[in-house]
Structure formats: structure tokens, C-alpha cells
């Protein structure tokens, strides 16, 4: 299964030349052979987005809800990304991609509750599920797709602060994997298990992160600040995927 083929670039291989989910990281990435895990919103106008903050103010330093733009004010001057790109939308990603390295795409919690943003990103990844996989930390996207995409591949986004939810809703998600945090991973290993998903983690960072999670048998990991390779992270390190 693509996802745990190759290490996972957390909102692209980014760095200080590269802002985070911006189409330079992505393309990093891709020239760096990995897979890519991104998130998205939805825009006033109904397009589908690539960012992961509600706001812009901590990556463009500007208070305005990502929901609350249309697509001619991302694609205008006013909402920049640090590294001078437009925020991109989600087919601009596509196109880069093409099938060239997997996608572990994060749908944003969607507070209307019509699962618009659900039904907006399926129309635009129909026929994609060879490289694409969804995940989310809302039980009630995972399960819209448990009931109406199953032919993709799809996770619950989980830590020890919203565990008991998961583990209420499980049944209804129907997980193929569960992507926990890295420093309470030891908590969920059991589940996996007995539940038969297999198990990502994020974000590790460091050294002794990758170290631990190597350790504790995790099957892929989500990364950024680090190459794992030179941390290592050598083929046949990690368990095979279920």
C-alpha cells in the first residue's frame, strides 16, 4: 500500500525557502521521493483549498478565516504565502502530483456539518484511490466516506486528548489506520492490534522521536524538520503494512 512505502513529508518537505503546504514544498517532496501529507478547507466560494490553520495569522500574519475567502482573494496579492506563492488550491496540488508519490490528504473539521467539504474533495479525487488517502481527526468525515468512498484508504487522526471519542465512534469509522501523536503512541499500540489498523505517527522531528517510534513499531511515519534516511530510517526498518 503506497502509504507506508516511503516516509511522510508533513504539509510537504518544507523549510524556511519553502512555507509549509505551498507548491515549492510540494515539488521538494516529489524530487525528494516522498509522500506528502496536506490538509484542506473549504473557501466561501466552494473551492477546495490547501492550508492547514482556520486563519491565516500565523503562517501570512493576517486575521481572516480561511472559510471566509473566495477564490479571487487567494489568488489576489492581499493573502500571500511567506514565500510569495498564492495559497494553493487543491487540484494545483493534484496536477503537480499526478500519481508521481502518494497524498495523505487531511480534511479540516468542517463545523456545517452537511458534509459539503467531504462531498467537494471526493468529486475531486474520484478515481484517485491507487495514491490518495484521507484521513481526519472527525469521526463523522471518516465515516461519511466508510459510507459513501470506501474505495479509499482511511484513517482516524487521534492523541490521548480525543481518544475516547474515537474509540466511541470506531464501529461507524471503520478505520483502515489510526495517525496518533508521537509522544503518547505507546498508548494506542494495543488497539491497533486488536483492531487490526495499521499505525502512523505524528509529527516526529527529532532524532529520538524517529528512534522511539522505530522502536515501538509504528508502520510509517509522518516527519518534518529532519531527513529521515540520515536519522535512520533504512528500508525494511519499519513493519509491513496489514
Excluded at 33 to 46: A, C, Q, R
Excluded at 65 to 76: A, G, N, P, R, V
Excluded at 126 to 146: L, M, R, Y
Excluded at 212 to 231: H, L, M, Q, R, W
Aim: hydrophobic letters at 40%.
Amino acid at each position: 500500500m503506497f502509504l507506508f512505502e516511503r516516509p511522510i513529508a508533513h504539509r510537504g518537505l518544507h523549510d524556511e525557502n519553502r512555507t509549509e503546504n505551498s507548491m515549492a514544498a510540494f515539488r521538494n517532496a516529489l524530487e525528494h521521493g516522498y509522500n506528502i501529507e496536506t490538509d484542506v478547507h473549504l473557501l466561501k466560494s466552494g473551492e477546495v483549498v490547501v492550508f492547514h490553520d482556520n486563519t491565516l495569522k500565523r503562517v501570512c500574519g493576517i486575521d481572516r478565516k480561511i472559510s471566509s475567502l473566495t477564490l479571487d482573494e487567494i489568488k489576489s496579492d492581499k493573502f500571500l504565502l511567506p514565500n510569495g506563492e498564492h495559497i494553493p488550491l487543491f487540484s494545483e496540488m493534484l496536477d503537480l502530483v499526478d500519481g508521481k508519490t502518494g497524498i495523505l490528504l487531511e480534511l479540516k473539521i468542517d463545523f456545517h456539518f452537511d458534509h459539503r467539504l467531504e462531498k467537494a474533495v471526493y468529486e475531486l479525487i474520484k478515481g484517485k484511490e491507487d495514491w490518495i488517502a484521507v484521513q481526519s481527526f472527525s469521526p463523522f468525515i471518516i465515516k461519511w466516506f466508510n459510507q459513501n468512498a470506501t474505495e479509499f484508504y482511511r484513517g482516524i487522526l487521534s492523541d490521548s486528548f480525543v481518544q475516547w471519542l474515537h474509540n466511541l465512534c470506531f464501529c461507524a469509522t471503520r478505520p483502515n489506520f489510526i495517525a496518533y501523536g508521537i509522544k503518547h503512541v505507546k498508548s494506542i499500540l494495543k488497539k491497533c492490534k486488536k483492531k487490526e489498523c495499521n499505525l502512523l505517527v505524528w509529527t516526529i522531528r527529532t532524532e529520538d522521536q524517529l528512534k522511539y517510534a522505530i522502536k515501538n513499531g509504528v508502520n510509517n511515519v509522518i516527519f518534518e524538520s529532519i531527513i529521515p534516511e540520515e536519522k535512520g530510517l533504512t528500508p525494511g526498518t519499519l513493519p509491513p503494512a496489514k
